[in-house]
């Protein structure tokens, strides 16, 4: 039985840390939990949040063992981020619509 790197508990499917490359159960998995040497790192990927862009194994946390990484931690942020942009966007097409308008205006009255 594999055991966890940081506490020593064992752990039938331990995750494996990809940046570190060491084995974790469940509570140590993520990089902050065990004190990563790759924790830099890892911050660097979760942190752009407008994306939904994991990539890296991240797509079972018991298929291959690799940790759904820091998915699970923010899940409520795109709709944060979301809302402002659709609000944005849906100004500028009113926006454009509306210099339109006043350019058709505009040429039928001169
Ligand atoms: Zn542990
Ligand atoms: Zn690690």
Do not use: E
């Not at 594999?2 to 084995?23: A, N």
């Not at 949040?49 to 990539?55: A, E, K, M, N, Q």
């Not at 690799?66 to 500028?92: E, F, G, M, N």
């Amino acid at each position: 039985m594999p055991r966890c790197d940081f506490c020593g508990k064992k752990v039938s499917l331990p995750f494996h840390c990809q940046y570190c490359g060491k084995k974790f159960c469940g509570d140590h998995r993520l990089p902050p939990d065990h004190a990563c040497p790759g924790l830099t790192a890892w911050k660097k990927n979760p942190a752009p949040g407008v994306g939904i862009r994991y990539g890296s194994g991240g797509t079972s946390a018991y298929g291959g063992g690799y940790p759904t990484s820091p998915q699970d931690k923010q899940p409520r942020k795109c709709p944060a981020h979301c809302v402002p942009y659709l609000k944005i966007i849906a100004a500028i097409i009113v926006f454009i619509l509306i210099v339109i308008l006043l350019f058709v205006l505009m040429g039928r009255l001169g």
